[in-house]
């Protein structure tokens, strides 16, 4: 799960996370890819219940991968490709 700031900056320019990731370096989208394209942004100057909702969704998030993975934080084959890409 990747976790991005600043989509209040994003939102000012009337940009959307789908759309700022269109142009993204291949690197970027490529370790999007291998992680099931599972991303949160988070509004820097939200309030706190918008913040608390972010929360909510990124703990489903969590959850959500622990339970396929049976448990493990990330998969061998994962963090594989991950350290090959930031190479």
């Known amino acids: ?3 991005f700031t600043r989509e209040d900056q ?3 320019k009337g940009m959307t ?3 700022w990731l269109e142009n993204a ?3 970027l989208k490529s370790i999007l890819e291998e992680c099931g394209q599972r991303y949160l942004t988070i509004n820097n100057d939200a309030d ?4 608390q909702s972010k929360l909510v969704k990124l703990d489903q998030m969590i ?3 622990l339970h396929r993975n049976k448990g ?3 998969t061998n084959e994962i963090y594989e490709i991950i350290t090959t890409v930031l190479k």
Not at 48 to 51: D, G, K, R, V
């Open 63 to 65: 959850e959500n991968l």
């Open 25 to 27: 370096p291949v690197e």
């Open 17 to 19: 996370m789908d759309r």
């Open 48 to 51: 706190a219940e918008n913040l």
């Open 72 to 74: 493990d934080i990330y």
């Open 10 to 12: 994003m939102l000012k």
């Open 1 to 3: 799960i990747i976790v």
